[in-house]
């Protein structure tokens, strides 16, 4: 009985005890787990599919969010420097004067990145519908027209002279964004 001693090569063991059939294929047997490798996928598996592409919306959730960030960034340096500002002539001290100075810096933050996240959202918005409905090229005449757009319609509760003139700031930033900036090698490879 001892003789006749069929164990796999490789194998610490010896398999199944004279069961197993002796292998020619070195490579796929682990010599850790006593298991062939070959019937485990070679390709490795990730979430996101290569072969897929975002949609118009799924690329401008990237600028939504940094345009939030970057709003409440300035908002809170000009909180800071108004709250320096108006409590240097007061006379708060100690944990009364750190709160007014953060309460301050808390209301700048969340006003500029609020109003910079909507008109965040409804560029993006708007550009995604010209995209999809009229024009599929033209990249700058889009980015002109949204922007235009987007300033007319975010103060468009203020009164048609302050509608007017926030179109022409929406206008000309949206010029400086579609002929200068994101002309540049730097930006495009994250566009």
Known sequence: MMENNNTTPGSMFGGLGGM???????????????????????????????????????????????????GAGFGAAHGLYKGHRELAN??????????????????GASSSSNAIGSVAVIYSLTHALLTKTVYEQDDELKS??????????????????????????????????????????EIQNYL
């Open 20 to 70: 197993a059939q002796p292998r020619s294929n070195l490579q796929g047997l682990s010599p850790y787990l006593n298991i062939d490798t070959n019937y485990l996928q070679s390709t490795p598996e990730y979430v996101f599919d290569e072969d897929t592409k975002r949609g118009l919306m799924e690329k401008s959730f990237t600028a939504i969010g940094t345009s939030v960030c970057v």
């Open 90 to 107: 007061s006379d708060l001290t100690g944990k009364i004067r750190r709160t007014q100075l953060l309460n301050h810096l808390g209301k």
């Open 144 to 185: 002109i027209l949204c922007g235009t757009f987007t300033g007319a319609f975010f103060k468009s509760t203020a009164g048609i002279r302050k509608c007017a003139m926030s179109a022409g700031y929406g206008m000309g930033l949206a010029a400086i964004w579609a002929f200068y900036i994101k002309k540049q090698e």
